[in-house]
Structure formats: C-alpha cells, structure tokens
C-alpha cells in the first residue's frame, strides 16, 4: 500500500510561490502515476496536474504555465512548484497515487490519497 504525505502548504501573498512536496514510500517500484489535487471551500475536489511513472506529465487549464510538477523517483517523492499564486488558488491540496490517469475526471481515479496541505492566497 502506499500511502502519500503532503507538506510545503503556508499562507502567501498574490504573485508568490510555493513548493509543495509529496513524499510516497513505495510510488516508484510500485509504477505509481501521481498527482496533485485540490479542493476550496464548499466545492468540489479538482483536479490540478499530475506526472506518470515515466515523467509524462499533464495540467489543468487553470494552473498551466504557473504550475510545475515534478519528481525525484529515487526519494518517492514528487513536487509542485506553484508561481504567480492567485487568491483562486486557495485550497487544500492533496496528492494521489495510483494508476497513471492523464487527466482524470474523477477523485476516484486515484487509489491512495495524502491528507492534504492547506495553501492560502491573499489578495
């Protein structure tokens, strides 16, 4: 089983950046696709990007050019660089493993699931 663990969430200014970090014990010699989600206040968890076993990596409209996912397969741990941070932006973000969905169009895409971390933007 593997089982994510998000950090990196804080609170920023509009225009900023942050990385968040994923750390998943057993993604990699599992083949695990990864992927970074997210879910505001009173809506529905989305969908942000995500990165194959192979380094394919995919994103949503709303974060493409802004958003950079990426990983380091020797650690199982996969990153999100997050820049020109909007106040739309905030959210809890959770990361999820399984298999590899490009862009999947349900949470239930994704088998293992982290706790989420807590990113807030201000305008």
């Known amino acids: 089983q593997v089982q994510p663990a998000e950090s990196g969430g804080a609170s920023v200014q509009a225009g900023g950046s942050l990385r968040l970090s994923c750390t998943a014990p057993?993604?990699?010699?599992?083949?695990?696709?990864m992927s970074w989600w997210r879910q505001a206040a009173e809506k529905r968890r989305e969908w942000v990007s995500g990165i194959s076993n192979r380094g394919t990596t995919t994103y949503a409209d709303s974060v493409k050019g802004r958003f950079t996912i990426s990983k380091d397969g020797a650690k199982d741990t996969v990153y999100l660089q997050m820049n020109s941070l909007k106040p739309e932006d905030t959210a809890m973000y959770y990361c999820?493993?399984?298999?590899?969905?490009?862009?999947?169009?349900?949470?239930?895409?994704?088998?293992?699931w982290g706790q989420g971390t807590q990113v807030t933007v201000s305008s």
């Open positions: 057993g993604s990699t010699s599992n083949s695990c696709g």
């Open positions: 999820a493993a399984g298999l590899w969905v490009s862009t999947p169009l349900s949470d239930r895409d994704y088998k293992y």
